[in-house]
Structures are given as structure tokens and as C-alpha cells.
């Protein structure tokens, strides 16, 4: 995963960006429009920065005198910075992808929305997750650094208060949106699976996380005015209550992962002194801030770096604990070891642990097709794309293909899927689909050889936690029991019934075969 390269870009344009406001705005605007337009070349989610960054601009144009930058230097950055970025990203796009397109959003863009108080709802329980666990250890420099931006709060040098409001509002935009557009492919990756429902992908901008800390220690130390005393106070209260929250409520029943969110994983593990300790600490620093005010800093850094530390070994312990092999580990090795290249694309992965399934793609490091079913569950060639040659089964199915078996071990088999029937080949789908509008059945009647039950992946799927890759398959039942009539390659081209599924007139039947 391009992680490093990515963290590495955002820095590289912070600097860029804000060491040049706000007196260089115009070499602002063409330096960081550089190095956003490479960012986004390295994961998508740079255009949430984009976003946050031209948030930032368009406030210090409505307000210039707040952040001693003229106007007409804010516009002129915010043209270049945009202007930069998507010749950029043009350049970049054509010359090394071969793209004469900006569809930079990949498997992204096709993502379905199926409806918007469901869509909303979800997004509330996300973010408030989100809150919760960000609460215990940012949650008072993102209030401090709210009061920056506002411009409430001293500074050590006058001069320096406009770049600190400017860092400041800053930092609010480009989290704000990042935390927004996390909290949205975190909604969306459920639809397909509902286990990434309940996934803290925080490493979508935990990487920003350190902006108010450099705001929250630019401010000077002292009595803030009481205008300023009162909405810390209430900012402190509303970081008591998300830490209640998330103590009470998210801790217990929604554990982090290591890779999702690293700052916050060890309070969800199964280590019982971080859970009577952490929240508790939380919880009376943040009561300390609330009566005594921002009189001193070095409360909470004493809080945050033993935090920290203990954070730290207590996730490399849990990491020790993880990193023994399993059958999983196992899958992956082999499957390198079987398939080379672009092969491993026409593998799926089949098992009924959505972790397992994970921690096995990581070690196949390909794009391989994806089926989550309970175990013992009937496999068959309705649920597999055309695309898939082989398949990596980490559970026991009832396997109904026609294949030969690789390799076979307790709860693990490697199967090479036999080919189908040269009748059903390329050449002849065209002639194939006109002839379903003589097949002497409905569509009702096709549906009544269908049972469906409630499972979240019936159909394979490209990827882990990516939706809507193939849409063709999301609208077929969740599960399908077949009746007598199976279907087999025959001689000659007949189409079941059982292809017809879900009545739905979108779905490409021969696909299925």
C-alpha cells in the first residue's frame, strides 16, 4: 500500500504551502498545486486535501484583514494551486498511464448510494465513532486550535498570529473534510460487506492528526479572555462527553485494528489496564483543562507521550500475539508460490472470517476475486465470474464445480475450475442473448426456483472493501439454494431458468456462466 509515499507527499505540501502564507501566495498556490497533483496520482483521497485546501482559500478571500493576506494574493493562489494541479495531473495521467482521461477515481466512481436516509444515518454512527476515539487524545487541541482559528488566542510574536489562524483554519478544513470523506467509504464499503461497516479507517487522515498539535503549542501560555474561557469549556465538555461515549459504548463493542487506526488500537485490545486506565486518564485531564484553562501545556504532554509510550507496547505486544502463522498466511504464500503475475487476478478467495479473508489477500498481493460465505454453504458456478480460473477456499464447501483439486489441507483447498463448454465460448454470446427472449418462461416463473436467504456476499467480487466493481452481480439474491433443475454444460446452448435471477433485467446471464 502507497501509505508511506502518501504521509511523505502531505507533509512535503504543507510545507510548501503554508511556509509561503501570506506573503508568497502565488508561489504557494504553483508549489502546492505540484505536489497535491502527484499526491492524488498516489491515492485519490488527496482530493478531500484539495477540497480542505480551497475551503481554507476561499475563507482568507471572504476575510483578508483576519489573516493580513490581500484578496486579490488569495485569489491568485487559489487559481494557481487548481490550475497546477490538474495540469498535473493531465500530464501525469497520459504520459504514465497512457490515460486520455482524469478518471483518477478508479473503482471509486461507480460507487452505488442506495438511498440517502439510510446513507445519512450511517454516516452519523461512523463519525460519532470517529469522535469518540479521537476525543481522549486530540480532542483538546482541535478546541484549542477552533480558538486559534478564530483568532482568540495570543501568540508569542504579534506578527505571527495571521499564520497561526491561517495554519489553523488550515488544519479544521483539510481534517474536516478528510474525516468526511472517511466516514463515506466507510458507509459505502458496508453495502458490500458489513463487516467494513463497523471499521475505524482512521488511517485515512490520522496523518493529519499532527496539525493541531502544532497549533495547539504555537499559542502562548497565559488567561485567556473570558469570552475565550467559556468556549473552552464548553469544548472540554463536549470532549467529556465523546470519551464517555466511546468508553461506555464504542470500546467494548467496536475494536480497532492495527492497520485501521494504530494511535487508538491498543485501547480496544484485550488488555483489561488500558481500558480501567486510559479512558479514566482521559477523562480527568480534560476535567483539569476545564477549571484551570490554558494556564499550562505541560499537563496534557505529559499526558499525550505517556499515552503514547504505553500505546506502543502494549501494540507491539498485541502485533507479537498476531504475527503467527495461520492458514491464511499459509493461502497467500501458496498462492504466490502457484500463480504468478496477473494470474492472481483470476483467483477467488472464498472463506466465511472477513479478517481471515483480509489477512490472506494481503499475502497474495494481487487483485483477486472475493466470496464470503458461511461454511459448509453450497459453491457453484452461479456465484463465480467468468473471470475466475482457480479458487482459494479457506472453509469446507459443499463444492458443486466441475474442477480439479490442487491442493488439499484441513480447511484449506486449492481448486483449478475446469473450462466451460466450448459452445458457451465468445464468439456465439451475441446469437446466445437474442435467444433469451424465446426462452419459454418468465421471469417469475425463474424465481421460484430461487430461495434467498440473508448473507452479505453471495456473489464473488473484485477486492476487500471495495464496492460496486462489478454491479452486475449486486443485484442477484443474497444466497441461492437451487431445486432439482441444476444446470450443467450440455452439448448443445440451453439457458436454466436459474439465470434469469432476481427478475432483473440489467443482469447479463451469460456473464454468469
Known amino acids: 500500500m502507497p501509505e508511506s509515499c502518501y504521509f511523505l507527499g502531505f507533509w512535503l505540501f504543507v510545507f510548501l504551502f503554508i511556509s509561503n502564507l501570506p506573503r508568497q501566495g502565488l508561489i504557494a498556490g504553483i508549489s502546492g498545486g505540484i505536489a497535491l497533483g502527484l499526491l492524488t496520482l498516489i491515492k485519490p483521497h488527496a482530493l478531500a486535501v484539495l477540497g480542505g485546501t480551497d475551503l481554507t482559500l476561499i475563507i482568507i478571500a471572504l476575510l483578508p484583514e483576519a489573516f493580513d493576506l490581500k484578496r486579490l494574493d488569495s485569489i491568485r493562489c487559489f487559481l494557481a494551486l487548481n490550475g497546477v494541479w490538474l495540469a498535473i495531473v493531465a ?29 445519512t444515518k450511517d ?59 472517511t466516514a463515506s467509504a466507510t458507509v459505502c464499503f458496508g453495502y458490500n460487506s458489513s463487516s467494513d461497516l463497523a471499521r475505524m479507517l482512521a488511517r485515512y487522515y490520522d496523518f493529519a492528526l499532527p496539525l493541531f498539535l502544532i497549533s495547539f503549542y504555537a499559542g502562548q501560555d497565559g488567561k485567556p479572555p473570558e469570552k475565550v474561557r467559556k468556549l473552552l469549556f464548553y469544548g472540554v465538555l463536549a470532549c467529556l462527553v465523546l470519551v464517555f461515549v466511546g468508553w461506555r459504548f464504542f470500546a467494548g463493542i467496536r475494536p480497532v485494528n492495527l492497520t485501521d487506526f494504530p494511535e487508538m488500537a491498543w485501547v480496544t485490545q484485550p488488555h483489561h489496564i488500558a481500558l480501567s486506565i486510559f479512558w479514566p486518564a ?6 483539569y483543562y476545564a477549571i484551570v484553562g490554558l494556564k499550562e501545556r505541560t499537563t496534557y504532554s505529559t499526558y499525550l507521550v505517556a499515552a503514547l509510550v504505553a500505546g506502543s507496547l502494549l501494540t507491539a505486544s498485541a502485533q507479537r500475539d498476531f504475527d503467527i502463522e495461520t492458514r491464511a498466511d499459509l493461502a497467500g504464500v501458496l498462492a504466490r508460490s502457484l500463480f504468478k503475475g496477473k494470474e492472481r487476478d483470476h483467483l477467488l478467495v472464498v472463506g466465511s472470517d472477513p479478517s481471515t479473508v483480509r489477512r490472506c489477500l494481503f499475502g497474495i498481493q494481487a487483485n483477486p476475486w472475493v466470496l464470503e460465505l458461511p461454511a459448509g454453504t453450497i459453491l457453484d458456478r452461479l456465484q463465480i465470474a467468468k473471470e475466475v480460473h482457480w479458487i482459494l477456499a479457506l472453509d469446507d464447501y459443499d463444492l458443486r464445480i466441475p474442477s480439479t483439486t490442487l491442493l488439499a489441507l484441513p480447511r484449506l483447498k486449492i481448486l483449478r475450475l475446469q473450462p466451460l463448454a466450448t459452445e458457451m465460448s465468445e464468439p456465439i454470446r451475441p446469437w446466445a442473448t437474442r435467444l433469451i427472449i424465446w426462452l419459454p418462461f418468465s421471469l417469475a416463473a425463474a424465481e421460484s426456483n430461487i430461495k434467498t436467504v440473508g448473507h452479505a456476499n453471495p456473489i464473488a467480487r473484485r477486492g476487500a472493501g471495495h464496492p460496486s466493481v462489478s454491479n452486475q452481480w449486486n443485484s442477484l439474491p443474497t444466497r441461492l439454494e437451487h431445486s432439482s433443475q441444476c444446470w450443467r454444460p450440455r452439448p448443445r446452448l440451453r439457458l436454466s431458468p436459474l439465470l434469469n435471477v432476481a427478475g432483473s433485467l440489467h443482469c447479463d446471464p451469460l456473464r454468469m456462466l
Not at 96 to 107: A, N, Q, T, V
Open 123 to 181: 454516516m452519523i454512527k461512523v463519525l460519532l465513532g470517529h469522535l469518540a476515539y479521537i476525543a481522549p487524545m486530540f480532542g483538546l487541541p482541535i478546541v484549542v486550535t477552533v480558538l486559534a482559528a478564530l483568532g482568540w488566542l495570543p501568540t508569542e510574536v504579534s506578527k505571527s498570529r495571521s499564520r497561526l489562524r491561517i495554519l489553523s483554519v488550515f488544519a479544521i478544513m483539510v481534517w474536516g473534510c478528510l474525516l468526511v470523506m
Open 282 to 287: 482521559a477523562a480527568l485531564v480534560l476535567i
Open 91 to 119: 500530464m501525469l495521467h497520459v504520459v504514465l498511464f497512457g490515460h486520455r482521461d482524469l478518471d483518477i477515481f478508479g473503482i471509486y466512481r461507480e460507487t452505488p448510494i442506495p438511498g440517502r436516509l439510510v446513507y
